[in-house]
């Protein structure tokens, strides 16, 4: 055989060499972002599960003190039971959201409360579900932080040539209400 | 057009192979070293490395093992207290952050000082610790000390803790070799005349002063690591809280903050959000931080 054949074998091999490689890390950079994605949907579930367990708890401690504010209450241990009741992420979702809105209004109104305010018991769960709901706000993020760099692995060359095989689509993203963080533009 | 503003998966990914190239200068530095001593002394290369090479990586080695206790001991730093409820909201910050990055949760450790600072170390994210100073817990709200955190994060998350520890480690073993190469030369005098052949005067001149230099070097290149990242930590951290403000705010108290009794050893000053010996005002290739006034603009950028 000619030098010129020789060069074309070792072309044809490099090719094919470069293509498993580039499958090799898209494949896996796939799977991996795919586990990324299900942790942070977990992690989304496991705090506002979290955060309900804590309801009861706010409710005994703040039952003595707020007697007239039985609206605000309620809407609250409402909120809860939606929570416990939901079926699809997105019932869970929208409960969540109902339950933020309750707390906040129970306690802008422990505000009038001074002697509420300065028991140690509901400091502490005031903080704990603060930061519940923070640590929430944060999965979410991620979630849809991950979500967005799936998409753009299995949207953009060359991940969309094999991700298109594997059969794998664009997730979608959590829609997240009060969503009045922005992205900050990264430039260097 | 503006330039698209990229993923910070993508500077992470950048990160990685600027961290790899910069490793890998160090590495040629280190041995770049050994071989001029060789070449001075007149020692055939491959026994210089046979003496040389196991003495840097026995340093090397043994700064990354204690690298964690030695920084934690030199901070005087202790895990921090549930108990005490400014220290509670440090830890919950701190899981948060863990969330929003999707990194296993840090342990949180304190330093009892009054200056406003935080450092992360560690080697992996898996060992990572975040520890914030007493006057940091005091002094910052709730929004800046996230800003802080993040930044720690960061770091973490984009491998630097372990960069540092490496690098701190390399910088000290061609410290460590560059002396014990110049004392030989005083006490030995210099064998150049014994040697037969091989090497002029000149060379092992420049071989001398390229030994004298290198830790100089190789302090120079951690430095420009360490700026560099600490610019990227801050993108980074305002990626995960999505509130650059809060970041530029703490930076801002950080700026008026009166640096009071530092702690802590000098070669891991790159660990902190901000230096704790030294207020980088103006930019210098010796700081190890770039100017709070420029982060701090470029924060307020975004």
Same mark, same amino acid.
């Given at each position: 055989m000619d030098l010129i054949t020789w060069a074309i074998i070792l072309l044809i091999i490099l090719i094919v060499v470069i293509i498993l490689l580039t499958f090799w890390g898209i494949y896996n950079r796939i799977i991996r972002t795919e586990n990324q994605i299900d942790n942070a949907w977990a992690q989304i579930d496991v705090q506002m599960k979290r955060r309900a367990d804590l309801i009861p708890n706010l409710m005994e401690t703040v039952k003595g003190y707020m007697m007239h504010e039985r609206g605000t209450m309620e809407s609250v241990t409402n909120a809860r039971a939606a929570i416990m009741s939901a079926k699809t992420p997105q019932e869970s979702n929208d409960?969540?959201?109902? /339950?933020?809105?309750? /707390?906040?209004? /129970?306690?802008?109104?422990?505000?009038n409360y001074p002697d509420l305010k300065a028991n140690q018991n509901f400091l502490q769960l005031q903080d704990e579900l603060t930061h519940t709901e923070d640590k929430i706000a944060y999965s979410r993020q991620h979630y849809n932080d991950s979500v967005l760099f799936y998409n753009n692995t299995i949207e953009t060359f060359p991940g969309n040539f094999f991700a298109h095989r594997m059969g794998r689509k664009a997730r979608e993203m959590l829609q997240i209400p009060e969503a009045s963080k922005e992205v900050p533009k990264v430039s260097f | 057009m503006e330039q698209q503003p990229r993923l910070i998966e993508d500077y992470i990914r950048k990160n990685k192979r600027d961290t790899v190239i910069i490793c890998m200068l160090m590495v040629i530095l280190l041995f770049s070293v050994i071989f001029a001593i060789g070449y001075i002394l007149g020692a055939p290369p491959i026994l210089t490395m046979m003496i040389g090479l196991p003495i840097a990586l026995f340093y090397i080695f043994i700064t990354y093992s204690f690298s964690i206790? +030695?920084?934690? +001991?030199a901070a005087g730093?202790?895990?921090?207290?549930? #108990?005490?409820?400014?220290? $509670?909201?440090?830890?919950?910050?701190?899981?948060?952050? +863990?969330?929003?990055?999707?990194?296993?949760?840090? $342990?949180?450790?304190? #330093?009892? +000082?009054?200056?406003?600072?935080?450092?992360?170390?560690?080697? $992996?994210?898996?060992?990572a610790i975040i520890c914030a100073t007493t006057g940091a817990l005091q002094q910052l709200n709730t929004e800046e000390l996230e800003g802080v955190i993040g930044h720690e994060m960061s770091h973490i998350q984009n491998h630097d803790i372990l960069v540092m520890t490496v690098t701190v480690g390399v910088v000290g073993a061609i410290a460590l070799i560059a002396e014990i190469a110049v004392r030989m030369l005083f006490w030995g005098g210099g064998r150049s005349g014994d040697r037969k052949g091989g090497g002029n005067i000149i060379v092992v001149v420049i071989a001398i002063i390229f030994i004298i230099l290198a830790p100089i070097f190789s302090r120079l290149t951690y430095l420009a690591i360490s700026r560099k990242r600490e610019y990227l930590a801050d993108a980074g951290g305002a990626y995960l809280t999505r509130n650059p403000e809060g970041l530029a705010k703490a930076l801002e108290k950080i700026k008026t903050d009166i640096p009071d009794d530092p702690k802590g050893s000098k070669t891991v000053a790159p660990l902190y959000i901000s230096n704790p010996f030294k207020r980088a005002l103006r930019d210098s290739i010796w700081s190890t931080h770039p100017p709070l006034d420029e982060r701090i603009r470029r924060l307020r950028a975004m």
């Open positions: 409960a969540n959201n109902m /339950l933020t809105g309750a /707390l906040k209004t /129970l306690f802008a109104v422990a505000e | 206790q +030695s920084v934690i +001991s730093a202790r895990p921090a207290n549930p #108990q005490n409820r400014e220290e $509670k909201l440090l830890t919950y910050k701190v899981e948060e952050m +863990s969330l929003a990055a999707g990194l296993p949760t840090p $342990k949180v450790y304190v #330093q009892e +000082s009054r200056d406003i600072n935080a450092f992360a170390t560690g080697h $992996k994210p898996t060992d």
